[in-house]
């Protein structure tokens, strides 16, 4: 059964954007930069801002030009992106599409095929309709956030910064509901490292025929063991930051067109990367991918050390030294395999069958999630929680960062709408 926060998970900005409900005299708002403002687009921004409790405070004048200078800001916005020449190619925005609907699909345990069911049964519309709304936001996206990562970039704030900011809107953090703190235990299966010069071998002998001149692409399709093989390994677009680091620094060396010398090594295997082009904040790239594919005997050992760990870790205190002598999760080892505290229905799909009958203070049998086995150990668990420094810094931290992003993007908007013309026509 289909629960009611898979509703608003589907619903969300679509909803209150693309089905809503239409205005049937229309007309022109405003016009920024030569982008308009539709009145319809403006009454049901104004329709739905009536309803938070921002707008009780203001009378209804208030609300108008609140609103109206909302929706002037977004063009403004959008007018840069035009300005700023910033392009997002169909592919990555497809990419993104399918990455979204399959994670929606996996919260709530069902297939793609139940998921646009429910679409077509809660929304009325087909998946083909869903997917074109979807894509449009998503490119929105996309944009809006390379524009902010041109003009603003990432802020750290200091501690002085995040403690600021927690005393400025600690009342109106979010609380968290039905939430777990956790510690993991994280071992790899790793193979044997007979497989995993073998393998290299057979990566240096391709890139032996691809200097003898044989086409990257026909050797991807014949050798490349990923969905890329068919396309002749190519990756498509990606920004700096989101492919494996060592891959990343083999794409730094090559110019347009290259493929590296000697095979890289990632945890997926080994990789021969090509460079296809670049953008300004991101690689286009190819690779042929030669999995290192660890044997049953490479799985039973790392199970054998999990259940050894699994039966003599009797406290926290023996869990958080285990942690640090073989978790290999570089984010929570050095604190004792700490993972923080998630909101049952945030966690990650995988977490949630080991942990679900966990008591405080127990530890889970051995899993095994992407390629490795984990222990989880429940810390803690309550109804209701208040964020707080202590033990959310880094959620906090993150709120602080987008907080100072904002106000430096606020005024950056500030000053470019003194630079783009803009016409208000609305005079009710």
């Not at 954007?17 to 005299?25: E, N, R, Y």
């Not at 999990?306 to 009797?314: C, E, N, R, W």
């Not at 990650?348 to 203070?361: F, K, T």
């Amino acid at each position: 059964m289909i629960r009611r926060s898979f509703m608003m998970l589907l619903l969300g900005a679509l909803i209150s954007t693309v089905f809503a409900a239409p205005v049937l005299m229309d007309g022109i708002a405003a016009v920024v930069d030569g982008k308009p403002i539709m009145r319809s687009e403006f009454l049901n921004s104004l329709y739905k801002f009536q309803e938070t409790p921002e707008a009780a405070s203001m009378s209804e004048q208030q609300q108008k030009e609140y609103v109206l200078d909302q929706l002037i800001e977004e063009k403004v916005l959008l007018s840069r992106i035009d300005r700023d020449s910033i392009v997002v190619s169909d592919a990555e925005v497809d990419q993104r599409v399918n990455a979204h609907l399959s994670q929606l699909a996996a919260s709530q345990n069902i297939d793609l095929a139940t998921l646009e069911k429910a679409v077509r049964a809660q929304l009325g519309v087909s998946m083909a309709q869903f997917r074109d709304q979807l894509s449009k936001q998503i490119r929105s996206h996309i944009e809006l956030t390379r524009v902010r990562q041109r003009h603003v970039g990432s802020i750290s704030p200091t501690k002085k910064e995040v403690d600021a900011f927690y005393d400025e809107y600690q009342d109106s953090l979010p609380r968290q509901y039905n939430c777990v703190l956790l510690s993991h235990i994280q071992i790899p299966i790793t193979p044997d490292s007979m497989i995993v010069d073998s393998v290299k071998k057979v990566a240096e002998v391709l890139i032996d025929s691809l200097n003898l001149g044989i086409k990257f692409e026909l050797l991807a399709k014949n050798h490349s063991q990923d969905s890329s093989a068919e396309k002749g390994g190519d990756l498509g677009y990606f920004r700096r930051g989101l492919l494996d680091p060592a891959f990343e620094r083999a794409l730094d060396q090559l110019k347009n067109g290259q493929y590296s010398a000697t095979p890289v090594k990632t945890n997926q295997g080994w990789h021969i990367p090509r460079v296809l082009g670049r953008k300004e904040d991101g690689v286009r790239s190819a690779h042929i991918l030669l999995r290192t594919i660890p044997t049953a005997k490479d799985s039973a050992q790392v199970l054998a050390l999990a259940d050894s760990l699994h039966s003599v870790i009797k406290t926290k205190e023996d869990f958080a030294a285990a942690a640090k002598k073989y978790s290999e999760d570089k984010s929570s080892n050095f604190q004792g395999g700490l993972l923080g505290w998630y909101q049952k229905n945030e966690m990650e799909p995988a977490y949630v069958d080991p942990v679900a009958n966990l008591s405080i203070g127990e530890v889970s049998d051995p899993v095994e999630i992407d390629g490795a086995y984990h222990l989880f150990r429940l810390d803690d668990a309550r109804q209701i929680r208040e964020l707080t420094l202590e033990e959310d810094y880094g959620k906090i931290e993150s709120m602080a960062a987008s907080h100072l992003e904002n106000e430096k993007l606020k005024e950056l908007v500030k000053k470019w709408r003194q630079e783009v013309h803009v016409d208000i026509r609305i005079t009710e």
